[in-house]
């Protein structure tokens, strides 16, 4: 690895509760904030892993984030924004005390270009390759889940389908049936050409236009690009998957099989699935630790909008939820 690049991975950065706008914070400001990079094999394919934490101190509690369709890992959940903090949702909870973990899908970011789409099933599986790294770095197999848009898909699909890791399960622009979802329509017309290649072009005006297609005034003008100059050294093409399976395979989850506590977000402004597909899914959710949370001021992509601590303040809320007591028959007192 590089001095540059060992620099930008090892760094203290500001990200303690802030205004909506807050300040770029010095190193001297905040405790300090340390990253590391791992390989995960999934069957051949190299699966690159991400983490940060604090330099000092035992962690509260491992946190992994699942990332969607069109950013890689570092994109969606590390990013540096000039002039600004707390942009970074990794940074955000590390100074929290969580251990927090990424990664880029098959096709995504650092990880292994293949030959195929990188669809739902193969990013739930490339969670499984993952797991075996976290395992062996922190002996833990139970880790808390927060995936957004298409990773929410992803996450809630590894949740049905491997429990045993999944302690706790969060989403955020999550869609179940695509049940009258305007985005989905839009997406529905070009369908032909998702279907005709594994990967589709990305610019930075697509880059832009998620920030602008649900609402203008939830993100900073300026974001677009910034994430167009972030992701666009990868190349100038994505996987076509997620958004194959997401006009012509939902659902992809069964509700009735996420046997964890579950938190579902739901921004203002998000056009892809409407309330009542979000609320069917959520009331078949059998444990009764549920939350479904509507938060004002955001539109899809949550975790980058100006009102953003809003969103963090939901999310820490559900991790640190209090254990559930019970009155057991004798009235005596017992944990659940």
């Known amino acids: 690895m590089n001095e540059q690049r060992r620099n930008a991975l090892i760094a203290g950065l500001g990200l303690a509760a802030a205004p909506v706008l807050p ?8 405790p300090r904030v340390v990253a590391e990079e791992y390989w995960a094999d999934k069957k051949g394919v190299k699966l690159w892993v991400y983490r ?5 101190g035992k962690p509260r509690a491992q946190l992994f984030l699942v990332h969607g369709s069109s950013y890689s890992g570092k994109t969606m959940y590390d990013l540096q924004v000039p002039g600004r903090s707390d942009y970074s949702m990794m940074d955000h909870f590390a100074r929290l005390g969580y251990d927090v973990w990424t990664m880029d899908h098959e096709g995504y970011g650092h990880s292994e270009r293949t030959s195929g789409n990188s669809d739902v099933q193969s990013g739930a599986d490339d969670l499984a390759a993952a797991m075996a790294v976290v395992e062996k770095a922190t002996g833990n197999a139970r880790l808390a889940f ?6 929410a898909l992803r996450a809630a699909r590894f949740a049905n389908q491997h429990p045993q890791h999944v ?24 369908l032909p050409e998702y279907q005709a290649s594994n990967r589709r072009k990305v610019s930075a005006e697509f880059y832009r236009s998620i920030f602008t297609r649900d609402h203008s005034g939830a993100a900073e003008p300026m974001l677009g690009d910034i994430v167009a100059k972030e992701e666009m050294q990868y190349g100038d093409t994505v996987p076509t998957g997620t958004y194959v399976d997401m006009t012509t395979k939902l659902p992809l989850v069964d509700p009735e099989k996420v046997s964890c506590p579950v938190l579902i977000c739901r921004a203002e402004h998000d056009g892809i699935a409407t309330d009542e597909d979000i609320l069917a899914f959520w009331a078949k959710l059998p ?6 949370v509507k938060i004002a001021g955001l539109a899809h992509t949550a975790i980058l909008g100006v009102n953003r601590g809003r969103f963090y303040h939901a999310l820490e809320g559900f991790l640190t939820m209090p254990a559930r ?7 005596g007192v017992s944990h659940g």
């Open 52 to 56: 940060k934490r604090l330099f000092e």
């Open 146 to 151: 927060f995936g957004q848009s298409s990773g």
């Open 325 to 331: 007591i019970d009155l057991g028959k004798d009235h």
């Open 23 to 30: 300040r770029a914070e010095t190193a001297h400001d905040t």
């Open 287 to 292: 444990n009764a630790d549920k939350q479904l």
């Open 167 to 190: 302690e706790r399960l969060a989403l955020d622009a999550f869609v179940w049936t695509g049940k009258d979802s305007p985005t989905l329509a839009e997406r529905a017309k070009k």
